[in-house]
């Protein structure tokens, strides 16, 4: 349980909209790739990242993903409710669709947090004597984040080394058997990484820099990155001032003219 109160603060949409697919991050994440080898060559052709734009403090990415399930909770109980008002059939079933994506949603979000601070299926546990309450630990949120971006590298690794592995060996049986366990650890990465997508907004195809002090994420950028980031900002700006001027009102007409109409 979080002891201090927390003031979320509300990113510029503009930094997930960066022209940068991988700075774009939808709300259901794509299976990450398969782990593999960089080719030779492949990190020298690629722009310095030399700058950083904030992404999320750790505590911030926690209460919103777990703000976001308890809506979601509310959401299915208000819309299943409706159902059950309904009369025509058409309210149905876009009542139905709904709930349907709601429940997509809420199981997405459920299994990534069960996989980020449930990673390594700890089980410790705190008793607090003033409520008499037993609570299950899972550690703090820089902890659970830590955990599971490890658990990623590690199968990553894990991965790498089988592959290396199954090229040598020259038993197909033993092969096969190596083939199964790249099988079920890429998924077991496909999973971990995808969670910590959802939870944090963080990608392995991109660099991050972590920042204890004020247990910060930061993405790390190119010098292009972050010219398309301040154009979309100012198109972002542009476009709200010109939607803010279309729906204010016209201006009354002056006093004086009506007088002369009346005359």
């Known amino acids: 349980m979080m002891s201090k109160t927390v003031k979320l603060s509300v990113l510029a949409a503009a930094v997930f909209c960066v022209g940068s697919a991988a700075l774009a991050q939808e709300k259901k994440p794509a299976a990450a790739p398969a782990p593999a080898a960089a080719k030779p060559g492949e990190e020298a052709a690629k722009p310095e990242e030399n700058k950083l734009v904030k992404l999320t403090t750790l505590e911030q990415a926690f209460l919103k993903a777990n703000r976001d399930r308890q809506l979601l909770e509310v959401l299915i109980l208000q819309e299943t ?59 703090t949120v820089e902890e659970t984040f830590a955990r599971a971006v490890n658990t990623r ?59 204890p002090k004020n247990e910060t994420l930061y993405l790390k950028v190119t010098e292009k990155e972050v010219e398309d ?21 016209a201006p009354a007409p002056a006093a004086g003219k009506k007088d002369e109409k009346k005359k």
């Open 153 to 211: 590298e590690a199968l990553r690794k894990f991965v790498g080394d089988k592959t290396v592995e199954k090229d040598a060996e020259k038993d197909a049986a033993k092969k096969a058997e190596i083939e199964k366990q790249i099988e079920q650890a890429t998924k077991q990465y496909q999973l971990v990484a995808a969670s910590l997508q959802v939870i944090f907004n963080v990608v392995p195809q991109r660099n991050y820099t972590y920042d």
């Open 81 to 139: 409710q409706k159902l059950e008002k309904a009369v025509k059939e058409e309210d149905k079933q876009a009542i139905r669709k709904t709930i349907g994506e709601a429940r997509k949603r809420q199981h997405l979000l459920n299994t990534a947090m069960d996989v980020v601070f449930g990673v390594g299926r700890r089980r410790d546990y705190e008793y607090d004597t003033v409520k008499s309450t037993v609570y299950l630990r899972v550690g």
């Open 229 to 249: 980031l301040k154009a979309k900002i100012a198109e972002l700006q542009a476009k709200q001032e010109a939607e803010k001027a279309a729906a204010a009102p």
